[in-house]
């Protein structure tokens, strides 16, 4: 098989890629190792914050069904619960099908593989009911079951706030919110909503233990100093059954390894991430990164990365020259509006830390 | 426990119930939904048991990643019951170690 | 840091670690520098078989079988645990021209000292074979071990008997000076700095021409890819090393390429952990240690021809690692005439494992008293001229 370009992951910056590329006119191959679209779109039931052009308002599993309208209606060529299991030389991609194994040829690869959520270790962390948040999050609101009754949320970013209050929607008591860092992580309107509904965030406190014989069945929180070292005699134990983990994400990067693109690492970012220019082309010439294997940022983001990587790709298969950079353009500057203020001037910094050291 | 309503989702949508066996007990779950949320549904918390000290292990990602959610499905060790979608009459297993039989 | 030595040993491989190992245990004041990290080329890339039933009859088999013995109690020695099973190993047969052939093999070990013997119903012993298998070699004397674990073993041993090992540092030159007409080794020359020392142990595998160079010297050691697959971990499935006897062909016939120019040979152990490890390819491709489609599709396809059984067992990893060849797929170890205090021990290719312990040792004692406790003549360079 052969595509011009190939689409690995179709969340919100692979979806989003594949629709620009297409519209221009690439022939695209957008695959997926899951059974549905939308990456971890179809979980957010919050509403999206920005700007019309970013879908503000929509909550994000509408999102999910428009850009996946979006996507049928240019007849893209779609490949689910297909896994790529590598990246060979001149990029051939080895798929991992129902049916068996194939392989892919393509002109461009724009990857678009998302992160996964950190953990952290303490004693107990290995039992049943601790878990990722976001894990929780895929549990409660397209599973539609509640991983427990009383939960403890440990960390206070925008995930830990957004998830806690979806947790209380579900049904589910959160016991408290903990939070390792003197101050709160995420927006302040997310925090808001859950001290409403009684939820006591505890900042500079973090877990000390699950408790429990096969599943979690207490937690001990425990104050922490300035360098973030447990206070002894600060010890606080609740009974819940399930601790989730909302201490941020990685970028999952493998394939990206396996291309032989050239990393960085930028722990606002997430950790190692593909150093890539401003149109989201890696140091492998023709492979395109985006979205948070780009370094972990929002959903409103790796959309505009993906529109960007998708346009780039298909510019330089010769496809709408003049239109392309008006179009880029006028991307680059609303996602520069989405990394103003407090929140989003680290990560717009470390962003122009990679342009620095990326190809032009 | 199902979410039964919801403020935002609203009910539960209607699927076809179907049963399936866990360590022997016939359990009721969804067709098509992962067979580790039909689990959790029925309150069960530990999926697998560690090579080494036995230790127990259960869901932790959810969407295929970590591996910590195995269990033997039909005879099969090491199946991802977080993305494995239960179908009728499914025989799982709590799975010790890498799936010996004991 | 150090700036003198009495051996310096370049590779922080098996080979390498061995020697420094056996070198330290000889009270031999021991430097051994890698440009990496421990394990990181060739040893760390390999599967763990010390397969006997693979060597040539004669020399290459009897340095086998002592190495063998050397393994049995490796671990005590090093108090380290090397995950060492003496697990047995099968040829499979699956044409009556190759049983023709094996049998000639195993009359010609035999009479070298291999406890060998064939087998009509391998099924027997490992349920998991084809039908279509048509009989075995069987020897209890085939045994396993996980490479990284030897590595870091030796390693252990080493620095505990005084060695010292400095990684992430490269070889830059080798000095040498001319005493009454002969050149003699004279010092090692890294980017943090001179060493000096009489005695240079070229154990860098693949890159052993690199460093021969600097001396002025010619090693004919090329690297030869070969891929190798994981599977999850499984539960007991496989008891022996089990290889086909393509493989044997290829070891037997070094130059023999096999289809494709992949020189696939079927390999398969399970390790302590469960996996299996499936090999492998022998392909000349420069220095590339990627893997490729290809390579890890016709792996699959042969797999599933040894042992269909397997078809619903997932792949979660593949790697590739250069083994270092030489024109008779034998090792080149020795002094090296010309240059006086100029060891070389490389170029194993797919024996670096099975062979680690008696080159380490044999190595060391030529370092020691001048000469091995068996003759290593038949392996020196001089034979490629």
């Known amino acids: ?360 | 426990m199902r979410i039964k309503s919801h403020p935002i989702l609203g009910d539960i949508p209607k699927r076809k119930l179907v049963k399936i066996e866990v360590d022997g007990r016939t359990i009721e779950a969804f067709e098509g939904e992962p067979i580790a949320a039909a689990l959790l549904a029925a309150g069960i918390k530990v999926f697998r048991r560690t090579v080494k000290r036995r230790e127990p292990r259960g869901l932790f990602c959810t969407i295929g990643q970590c591996t910590d959610c195995m269990m033997t499905v039909n005879g099969m060790p090491n199946v991802r019951t977080c993305i494995t979608p239960v179908e009728e009459g499914m025989e799982i297993s709590t799975q010790i170690g890498r799936g010996e039989r004991s | 840091m150090v700036n003198k030595a009495d051996a310096v040993v370049i590779g922080g491989g098996v080979i390498g670690n061995s020697i420094a190992y056996y070198l330290a245990k000889y009270g031999v004041d021991t430097l051994l520098i890698e440009r990496k990290d421990l394990a990181a080329g060739t040893s760390g890339a390999c599967d763990g078989f010390i397969f006997l039933q693979s060597k040539k009859p004669g020399f290459d088999l009897r340095l086998a079988l002592e190495s063998t013995r050397l393994y049995e109690n490796l671990a005590d020695e090093l108090s380290y645990d090397i995950e060492y099973r003496k697990c047995g190993g099968m040829i499979l047969i699956e044409t009556e021209e190759q049983l023709k052939a094996i049998i000639e093999l195993v009359d010609g070990q035999r009479k070298t000292g291999l406890d060998v013997k064939l087998m009509r119903i391998p099924q027997e012993l490992e349920p998991i074979l084809s039908g279509h298998i048509i009989g075995a070699t069987h020897s209890p004397l085939d045994a396993q071990v996980n490479p990284f674990k030897v590595v870091l073993g030796f390693a252990q041993g080493a620095k505990r008997k005084g060695a010292q090992i400095l990684t992430h540092m490269e070889v830059q030159a080798i000095r040498t000076r001319t005493v009454r007409g002969e050149l003699k080794v004279d010092s090692v020359i890294t980017e943090r700095g001179e060493i000096k020392t009489n005695t240079v142990i070229n154990a860098a595998g693949v890159h052993a021409p690199v460093i021969a160079k600097m001396v002025g010297l010619d090693l004919p050691i090329i690297p030869r890819r070969g891929q190798v697959l994981v599977t999850e971990p499984l539960p007991d499935l496989v008891t022996s090393l089990l290889v086909d006897a393509e493989y044997i062909t290829l070891k037997l016939a070094p130059d023999h390429r096999g289809t494709d120019g992949l020189g696939l040979g079927f390999t398969l152990e399970q390790t302590a952990s469960g996996n299996l490890l499936i090999g492998s390819t022998r392909e000349f491709v420069g220095y590339d240690r990627r893997t490729t489609y290809h390579g890890i599709k016709a792996i699959t396809q042969n797999v599933l021809r040894i042992a269909p059984a397997l078809k619903e067992v997932n792949i979660i990893r593949s790697f590739a690692g250069l083994r270092p060849y030489t024109p008779d797929g034998l090792p080149i170890l020795g002094k090296l005439r010309g240059v006086e205090g100029f060891i070389v021990a490389a170029g194993h290719e797919g024996d670096g494992i099975a062979l680690a312990p008696i080159t380490g040792k044999l190595i060391a004692e030529l370092v020691v008293k001048g000469k091995p406790s068996i003759s290593l003549d038949e392996f020196g360079l001089e034979r490629f001229k």
């Open chain 1, 1 to 360: 098989m052969d595509a011009e370009v190939a689409v690995v992951g179709a969340g919100p910056a692979g979806l989003s890629a594949s629709i620009e590329a297409a519209r221009l006119g690439a022939k695209i191959v957008l695959i997926d190792e899951n059974g549905k679209p939308g990456g971890q779109l179809f979980k957010q039931i919050h509403k999206f914050f920005g700007s019309m052009e970013h879908l503000a308002g929509l909550r994000g599993y509408d999102i999910g069904n428009k850009l996946w309208q979006r996507a049928m209606e240019l007849k893209i060529n779609v490949m689910l619960n297909t896994t790529v299991f590598g990246i060979f030389g001149d990029k051939t991609l080895g798929l991992l099908t129902t049916m068996g194994s194939e392989i892919l040829r393509a002109q461009r690869i724009i990857l678009a593989t998302g992160g996964s959520e950190n953990t952290i270790a303490f004693p107990g962390w290995t039992l049943p009911g601790v878990m990722g948040a976001g894990a929780a999050q895929t549990l409660i609101n397209v599973h539609r079951v509640l991983p427990g009754k009383r939960i403890l949320m440990v960390g206070s970013g925008n995930v830990g706030l957004i998830v806690s209050y979806q947790l209380l929607q579900a049904g589910a008591e959160v016991v408290a919110l903990v939070e390792a860092a003197p101050k709160i992580g995420g927006y302040r309107v997310h925090a808001a909503k859950i001290q409403r509904a009684g939820v006591p965030i505890m900042v500079s406190h973090t877990v000390k233990r699950a408790h429990g014989r096969d599943y979690v069945e207490a937690a001990t929180i425990v104050r922490v100093d300035d360098d973030l070292k447990m206070i002894p005699g600060t010890e606080k134990t609740f009974d819940v059954d399930t601790i989730c983990l909302a201490v941020g994400l990685t970028p999952l990067s493998e394939l990206a390894w396996m291309s032989g693109c050239k990393f960085i690492f930028v722990p606002t970012l997430g950790g190692h991430v593909p150093i890539h220019n401003e149109d989201l082309e890696t140091t492998v010439e023709g492979i395109y990164v985006a979205g948070d294997i780009a370094g972990i940022e929002e959903a409103s983001i790796a959309m505009e990365e993906g529109r960007l990587a998708g346009i780039a790709a298909a510019e330089s298969l010769g496809y709408a020259r003049e239109e392309a950079t008006k179009l880029k353009k006028e991307i680059k500057e609303r996602v520069q509006q989405l990394r103003r203020g407090p929140f989003g001037e680290d990560r717009y910094l470390a962003k122009q830390r990679i342009m620095k050291v990326a190809p032009r």
